[in-house]
């Protein structure tokens, strides 16, 4: 029998903003521990939380973005449990009635485009952290990460392979980091993930006993824990075992789950409004407002870039995955109207520079790798004849390395193109002679020689003659 995956995503994003949620603590990841603590995050007796706009206004952004529904009026809810790092005894999340619900994002697959729809997203405030093992036989509670703003983004099961569910995360961390709402960072944790996944005999519609992963901090191990958890379950019910609905570990070192409880259900939280804060009232004219301000975003400058600059859908998904890239990208055509080139250069050096230096890390790349402007520059130089495609590798290293401008470089390196015919063919000539015995057997068939011709001449140059020259040259001159 053959069994059809089912899976669905809760995805946790901190919000960037700078105070935290009920407090006006410090956000900021990376302070001494417990050093951005006050009564209210530490839930001390008699304090009151109060609300931080900026975190409705980037849940109503990111809502929007992802076509929801915006709620006129929605609630707080108190999610009961204990657990050393919640201090309260409480988490402020929101229950029957989420702020955003009933959008969706669109992935792209090889066989089109595939919808894949939100349930709902709210808010609610992150939990301490507890840390063991690192100081003796103690656990040691770090509550700076309590009452940071959290976005909650819970998707529809509507993804049928652990590839969807990897391309759905990288959408929605495109579009996050577009609205420079969270930072996406899988590894600091402010982008976390856990799935629901059951499998199901292919052609039926019942949905079968799901599990929840948790512990993937990066997309590979959502793919990984996704592929293994997806085996496992087949292996089970092909044996005609039963499965149980739990909770999962992954563990990246031996790359297995394991069981770490058996599920929780809504009511054990015991879930009631918080008597601490009013309902949440939402007026149209600020989600306007808001709508108003939207950038635009990854999917329709993908297709805006195909259409206005005829790039290949592949480059114009590498250039507009991040915002920072496309601005990057379309502030270089501005200087030299190239784009298929600019493009190349991006996607293969800039890119690769990018990756070395560790920038693409950041949520906005601000200092690059050299200057837009110096790219199309660069690339302008070779367009217009100046320098050979291979000297421009040159140029650009020097420009790596001194921040210099290109035709600077190439002036002062004295880099500048030989297309004159007369000085070609004196070096072809010089090279011909040198290999008389090789220009006899290309005269006698072995063509695959003139390769060789054309290296010796370019050699011979520095690189600096014009490929083209060259090959119509030597090409008259062997067969003259
Ligand atoms: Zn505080």
């Known amino acids: 029998m053959s069994y059809e995956p089912v899976i ?59 076509n929801c529904a915006i709620a006129p009026v929605s609630r707080w809810a108190r999610k009961n449990y204990f657990y050393p790092d919640l201090p309260k005894g409480y988490q402020i999340s929101q229950y029957e009635l989420p702020i955003c619900t009933g959008g969706f994002i669109d992935i792209e697959r090889e066989n089109g485009v595939k919808r894949i729809g939100l349930t709902r997203i709210h808010m609610e405030e992150d939990t301490g952290k507890n840390i063991h093992d690192a100081h003796g036989d103690a656990s040691l509670v770090d509550f700076n990460r309590c009452g940071v703003p959290l976005m909650e983004i819970v998707s529809e099961p509507d993804m049928r392979s652990p590839a969807e569910a990897g391309a759905y995360l990288r959408k929605l961390r495109s579009i996050l980091r577009y609205l420079e709402v969270c930072d996406g960072n899988m590894e600091e944790g402010s982008f976390r993930c856990d799935a629901n996944v059951s499998v199901r005999p292919s052609g039926t519609e019942t949905f079968g006993t799901k599990v929840e992963i948790k512990n993937m901090n990066s997309f590979r191990a959502v793919e990984k824990a996704l592929e293994y958890e997806i085996e496992r379950q ?49 007026p149209n004219e600020w989600v306007d407002e808001i709508r108003a301000g939207l950038p635009e975003l990854p999917e329709s400058r993908r297709d805006r870039f195909v259409a206005q600059y005829g790039l290949p859908a592949y480059d114009a998904d590498v250039l507009t995955a991040r915002k920072d890239l496309a601005d990057y990208f379309e502030t270089a055509i501005r200087t030299h109207a190239n784009p ?24 906005v790349i601000e200092s690059w790798p050299l200057p837009a402007e110096h790219l199309g520059r660069l690339v302008k130089l070779v367009d217009d004849g100046v320098i050979s495609g291979k000297i421009a590798k040159t140029v650009f290293e020097e420009m790596l390395r001194t921040g210099g401008e290109p035709e600077r470089i190439v002036e002062e390196k004295g880099l500048t193109q030989v297309s004159d015919d007369s000085a070609i063919l004196a070096v072809i000539d010089t090279v011909l ?17 003139f390769g060789f011709f054309v290296g010796q001449v370019m050699k011979a140059t520095q690189g600096k003659a014009s490929p083209e020259k060259v090959n119509a040259l030597l090409r008259s001159r062997l067969q003259g």
């Open 433 to 449: 002679a040198q290999q008389s015995e090789k220009v006899t057997q290309f005269r006698n068939g072995k063509e695959k020689l």
């Open 234 to 282: 087949q292996r089970v019910l092909s044996e005609g075992g039963t499965l149980e609905q739990e909770t999962r570990l992954w563990d990246p070192d031996r790359e297995v789950t394991r069981s770490m409880r058996s599920k929780e259900y809504a009511h054990d939280y015991r879930y009631f409004p918080d008597p601490d804060l009013l309902p949440l009232e939402v």
């Open 8 to 66: 669905g995503l809760e995805v946790h994003s901190e919000l960037l903003t700078e105070s935290k949620i009920f407090c006006a603590c410090s956000a900021k990841f990376g302070a001494e521990p417990n050093e951005n603590t006050c009564p209210v995050c530490l839930g001390m007796p008699g304090v009151l939380p109060v609300l931080n706009r900026r975190v409705v206004e980037f849940t109503i952004r990111t809502g929007l973005a992802t």
């Open 340 to 363: 298929k080139a600019i493009s190349n250069w991006i996607m293969t050096e800039i890119l690769r520079v990018v990756r070395e230096r560790k920038l693409d890390a950041l949520l």
